[in-house]
Structure formats: C-alpha cells, structure tokens
C-alpha cells in the first residue's frame, strides 16, 4: 500500500471484532476501534490504532468515531461493520425490548455509521469499501438454532449490502458481507462444542481468524462488491 489506508471496525473489543482488528494492524492499515467499553476491554491504542467508547447504535458515537478516524489519521477508506448481537430462542418468547436492541445495535449500528463513513468516502473521491458481519442462518435456518427475530436483522443486511453496492459503484465505494456459521468466541462459551460442530457440514467450529481473513480479502479485493462471503463450513449449500 502505498499511503496507509485507515479502517473503522466497530463492536472491535472481542471475538471477531478483536480478530479483524489484528488482522488489519499486522497487514499496516491504521484502525479506529469501537465498541461499548472497548478502552476497558485490555485492548490498548498504539501509534496506528484509537479505541472510542460508545453505542454504535446511537447515532452520536457513530459521528465521534467518525470525527477521531479523520482527526487522528485523516481519511476513512474502509469500515468494518462487525458490531452486532444474537439470541436464540423460540420466535413467541422473543420480548418488545430484544427486538429493539436487535435493531439498534443491528440496524442503527449499520446504518448510521455507514452513512458518516460513505459520505467522507465520496467527498475523498477515491472510492472504499463496506464490510459487514452477517450470519449464514440468514441464508439457511436450523432446527435446533432458532434465531428467527435476529435473523430479520442479519437478512436485512445481506439485502442493503447488495443494494448499495449497486448504488454506489460508479464512485468505487464496494459494499459486501462476511457471512459466519459457528464461530468460536465468547458468544458459545457456555454452549456444548459437540453440539456445535453439528452446525457445520465439515463438523468443526471457525475460528475467528477464519472471519477476519475473509474479512481482509474483501477489503483488498478492488473488483469485488455485492458479495456475501460465507464461512460456514458450507452450511449455506444446504442439508447434510
């Protein structure tokens, strides 16, 4: 690369957030990392790397990450929007407030700051990229993994990406999506890793690593926009 090129990573303090933003800092990019605590999450700033506190649901932490990745290394030419939440249970006992929390850290948290970010993107003139966390059960639903009302959300955002990847191909600024099966992080902790590997195909469970490396192929993949990437061991491809 021949400037250093900044990345915003959002919900970066853990899981695959955390292993994007390594990923990034060991191929040279600079990276502003955002999540709720992340300043209190053992992840310390360095020369090449700004954490800021916050809710990307809220649409005034999406401004202020946007504002520090311009102020402390003065453009934006990718995010990462990695920041997201999931909950399984039957559809009925599903409440008002998860639905609302899945929309705002889901939804709001795509949409707001992905707006900040292509609108500097465009004012740059040298195009960018969008990347998103979705999940394969978006794509291929489970008997056993029920996540029917967090799926409206992860579904939603397969369908905006390619949307937006059409609308804003001319300018260069590509939109795509990192679609994970089971992923090994604090979100399975507590769940049974022989059970796990059942929702895979090749009977084994990702590492984070494995999402940020697709991750890491689409930002530098220039001729690739409209793509939903899954890592899922196939799980996408159908029954087994």
């Given at each position: 690369?021949?400037?250093?090129?900044?990345?915003?990573?959002?919900?970066?303090?853990?899981?695959?957030?955390?292993?994007?933003?390594?990923?990034?800092?060991?191929r040279?990019?600079?990276?502003?990392?955002?999540?709720?605590?992340?300043?209190?999450?053992?992840i310390?700033?360095?020369?090449?790397?700004?954490l800021?506190?916050?809710?990307?649901?809220?649409?005034?932490?999406?401004?202020?990450?946007?504002?520090?990745?311009?102020?402390?290394?003065?453009?934006?030419?990718?995010?990462?929007?990695?920041?997201?939440?999931?909950?399984?249970?039957?559809?009925?006992?599903?409440?008002?407030?998860?639905?609302?929390r899945?929309?705002?850290?889901?939804?709001?948290?795509?949409?707001?700051?992905?707006?900040?970010?292509?609108?500097e993107?465009?004012?740059?003139?040298?195009?960018?990229?969008?990347?998103?966390?979705?999940?394969?059960?978006?794509?291929?639903?489970?008997?056993?993994?029920?996540?029917?009302?967090?799926?409206i959300?992860?579904?939603?955002?397969n369908?905006?990406?390619?949307?937006?990847?059409?609308?804003?191909?001319?300018?260069?600024?590509?939109?795509?999506?990192?679609?994970?099966?089971?992923?090994?992080?604090?979100?399975?902790?507590?769940?049974?890793?022989?059970?796990?590997?059942?929702?895979?195909?090749?009977?084994?469970?990702?590492?984070?690593?494995?999402?940020a490396?697709?991750?890491?192929?689409?930002?530098?993949?220039?001729?690739?926009?409209?793509?939903?990437?899954?890592?899922?061991?196939?799980?996408?491809?159908?029954?087994?």
């Open positions: 690369m021949d400037k250093k090129k900044t990345v915003i990573v959002t919900g970066a303090s853990q899981g695959i957030g955390a292993a994007i933003v390594r990923a990034l800092l060991d040279g990019y600079n990276v502003v990392a955002n999540s709720r605590s992340i300043s209190k999450s053992g310390s700033p360095t020369a090449n790397l700004t800021v506190d916050g809710d990307i649901g809220d649409v005034a932490t999406a401004e202020r990450v946007t504002k520090t990745a311009l102020s402390s290394f003065g453009s934006i030419d990718h995010l990462v929007n990695s920041a997201g939440i999931y909950t399984s249970k039957p559809f009925t006992e599903y409440s008002a407030d998860d639905l609302r899945f929309v705002s850290t889901n939804l709001y948290g795509f949409v707001f700051i992905t707006q900040f970010a292509v609108k993107m465009l004012a740059q003139g040298a195009g960018g990229s969008v990347t998103t966390i979705t999940a394969a059960l978006a794509d291929n639903p489970q008997t056993g993994a029920s996540g029917s009302i967090p799926m959300t992860k579904g939603g955002l369908t905006v990406t390619l949307s937006l990847a059409n609308e804003y191909a001319k300018p260069r600024i590509r939109f795509n999506a990192v679609a994970p099966g089971v992923v090994d992080t604090p979100m399975h902790e507590d769940h049974p890793q022989e059970l796990l590997k059942t929702l895979s195909p090749m009977g084994t469970i990702a590492a984070a690593q494995d999402v490396d697709a991750v890491v192929y689409l930002i530098e993949a220039r001729y690739v926009t409209g793509e939903v990437l899954h890592v899922d061991g196939g799980a996408h491809a159908g029954r087994w």
